[in-house]
């Protein structure tokens, strides 16, 4: 990746908690304006690489450069380039939104003459204007969603953090937060972790698959995808699944692969010409039969 394009580079980056290594030698670059995904299970170090890119905490060793500034000797300069929005967005619950709001860019350093514009513009994006006036405390958990997105691009950064921001959203609420991220992609680098593999799906131009404090794997959702074996995934439940002679199903020219997870059998295949003959295999003991093509879903199984 050439370097003038690269937003964020992690070269060798490692954190460990006591015996507990959070971080093992990551290396990741986050290019200029792209919508970056990071996945993984519970306690695989998103989190804990998010903090260190936004210098709340220290690595063990390593380096992170933001826009070619060190976390080692640029800390200031590298809050200023970036907005993060946690899990849980601590906003102080007895300010109104609009004052919230003004706190935070005055600490960023938001001309006086420009931050009561770039609070109204804000609160239209997050579409919030009618409770600018309203307490954090009356707001619901997306209403304060939105709030903490204001809050994190009051500054207008180069860099926009999202850290699982649709977690325990009703869908409503969770599809406004998505289009919104989704309108900031090429105008910001944006940083996307989440649990949800649809929402990988639809908003990143590149998915990072992160375990045990490594990338397992990383590209486009379209080409991990591409490498689940198969284009085709075959699924039939069956009453007895012992009595299925499988070698009957993996010598077929368009089977790749041949799972069982409880009484459904996941068939793998390159093409639809044999699926008549799987069915035949079948015979009554199939009570259902579908198909569908390989998800995010299935290529973070395959990856962790």
């Known amino acids: ?45 998103k989190t804990t690489a998010i903090r260190i890119i936004c210098c709340i905490l220290q690595p063990n060793s390593g380096e992170v450069t933001v826009g070619g500034y060190s976390i080692h000797h640029d800390q200031i300069k590298i809050k200023s380039m970036i907005g993060y929005l946690p899990e849980e967005p601590n906003l102080y619950e007895r300010f109104k939104a609009r004052d919230l709001l003004k706190y935070f860019g005055e600490l960023y350093g938001v001309p006086k003459n420009q931050i009561g514009h770039r609070i109204d ?3 239209e994006l997050v579409g919030m204007s009618k409770r600018a006036d309203d307490r954090i405390n009356t707001f619901s958990k ?34 406004t937060i998505r289009n919104f ?30 375990n045990q404090g490594r990338i397992r794997d990383i590209g486009t959702p379209k080409s991990l995808k591409e ?63 579908n198909t569908k093509e390989p998800t995010l879903d299935d290529v973070f199984i395959q990856s962790v």
């Open 227 to 289: 490498q689940v074996h198969g284009d085709i995934i075959l699924k039939v439940r069956v009453y007895e699944p012992q009595k299925i002679d499988t070698h009957r199903i993996t010598v077929l020219d368009s089977v790749e692969a041949v799972s069982l997870e409880g009484n459904e059998f996941l068939i793998s295949l390159h093409t639809r010409e044999d699926i008549s003959n799987i069915i035949d295999v079948f015979g009554s003991q199939a009570y259902s039969v």
């Open 181 to 210: 991220i989704k309108g900031l992609k090429g105008d910001k680098t944006v940083i996307l972790c989440t649990h949800y593999m649809d929402e990988a799906d639809l908003l990143c131009d590149r998915v990072a698959i992160l």
């Open 121 to 123: 513009e804000l609160l």
């Open 1 to 45: 990746m050439n370097s003038d394009n690269v937003m964020v580079k992690i070269d060798s980056l490692s954190k460990s908690f006591g015996h507990i290594k959070a971080l093992d030698n990551l290396n990741l670059d986050i290019k200029k304006g792209e919508l970056l995904g990071i996945i993984g299970p519970n306690g695989a170090g």
């Open 142 to 175: 997306g209403l304060r969603q939105r709030i903490g997105i204001a809050r994190a691009l009051i500054h207008d950064p180069e860099i926009i953090i999202f850290d699982e921001p649709t977690m325990g959203l009703d869908p409503a609420t969770s599809r």
